[in-house]
Antibody, heavy 120, light 107 residues
């Protein structure tokens, strides 16, 4: 059974860089059938797709965040990571990693989510 | 970006009721529409993909329909475990976008 688990600091200061890692178990992130994505949800609000990465390393990002986002892969550790720079309080959210099935781009496996608060 | 609008934003229903939730896209998205269920403090769970295909393991009381701009999620007989928030997602054009969610509450 595929499992995803987010990890990283729960508190980030304004203007700094948010860094999260998603560790995948029960399957390989090197599969050509899938992308691996990040989605966030501010408290009490809806879901926002941040971006996704393919096993080859190609990425696509939400234009609203593109200037601040980097998603990368570490196939040796079966992990992918998110970096979001110059954070503000508006970036406070639960951050989820998920498998993004190429073709229909459905998000069929999700991590449990991790709350990241931006505050000094 | 394609805007996804759900209605209603919330509803109250009883166990055994038939429930219908609507999702409308700001432009045609063919059948590139997915539905998720989210319970408090939990990650979303995929229910329906490609507008009408039931994800493996999801009970058959859930069904989806529609194409183009108008879509519906139907729960044929609401069960206690179905009280949750439901949201739609378009996967026709990047950036993928979600509806604001419909909260299904106990009457």
């Amino acid at each position: 059974q595929l499992q995803l688990q987010e990890s990283g600091p729960g508190l980030v200061k304004p203007s700094e860089t948010l860094s999260l890692t998603c560790t995948v178990s029960g399957g390989s992130i090197s599969s050509s059938s899938y992308y691996w994505g990040w989605i966030r949800q501010p408290p009490g609000k809806g879901l926002e797709w941040i971006g996704s990465i393919y096993y080859s390393g190609s990425t696509y990002y939400n234009p609203s965040l593109k200037s601040r986002v980097t998603i990368s892969l570490d196939t040796s550790k079966n992990q992918f990571s998110l970096k979001l720079s110059s954070v503000t309080a508006a970036d406070t959210a639960v951050y989820y990693c998920a498998r993004d099935s190429s073709g229909y781009n459905l998000l069929d496996y999700w991590g449990q989510g991790t709350l990241v608060t931006v505050s000094s | 970006d394609i805007q996804m609008t759900q209605s209603p934003s919330s509803l109250s229903a009883s166990v055994g009721d038939r429930v219908t939730i609507t999702c409308r896209a700001s432009q045609s998205i063919s059948s590139y529409l997915n539905w998720y269920q989210q319970k408090p403090g939990k990650a979303p769970k995929l229910l329906i993909y490609a507008a009408s295909s039931l994800q493996s393991g999801v009970p058959s009381r859930f069904s989806g329909s529609g194409s183009g701009t108008d879509f519906t999620l139907t729960i044929s007989s609401l069960q206690p475990e179905d009280f949750a928030t439901y949201c739609c997602q378009q996967s026709y054009s990047s950036p993928w976008t979600f509806g604001q969610g419909t909260k299904v509450e106990i009457k």
